[in-house]
């Protein structure tokens, strides 16, 4: 099994769920962090959720890390805070910002395959 670190990055996310990572066939992969920065130019707020789209129906529904997390004007928040999430194949990240063209989002990964 190899392990492979990787950095998925998204820039200018509006106020829809935009997908920013979803797990590769064949693949497990560990979140290890998630920051979302605020590009808006003033206050808004940002949600990040987990899309679980798995065949093992005690751990496939989509659930929020973060609703309605408060990002002052060119502020950032790291998500996991040291936790780690273990993502199945097909599962998926997703955020959004509050307003149009609001958050940057950084996702730092490792893919077992």
């Not at 989509?62 to 780690?84: C, P, R």
Request: glycine fraction near 6%; hydrophobic fraction near 40%; proline fraction near 1%.
């Amino acid at each position: 099994m190899a392990n492979t670190f990787k950095l998925k990055t998204k820039a200018g996310i509006d106020d829809s769920l935009t997908t920013i990572y979803t797990v590769p066939a064949s693949t497990t992969t560990i979140v290890i962090g998630l920051t979302i920065a605020n590009i808006y130019g003033s206050s808004i707020t940002a949600d990040a959720k987990v899309i679980s789209d798995t065949v093992d129906t005690e751990t496939n529904a989509d659930v929020y890390l973060v609703k309605d997390i408060a990002l002052a004007d060119g502020s950032s928040v790291e998500v996991m805070s040291g936790n780690k999430i273990v993502l199945q194949t097909t599962d998926a990240i997703q955020v959004k910002g509050s307003a149009t063209d609001s958050v940057d989002a950084i996702l730092g990964i490792m893919e077992i395959t």
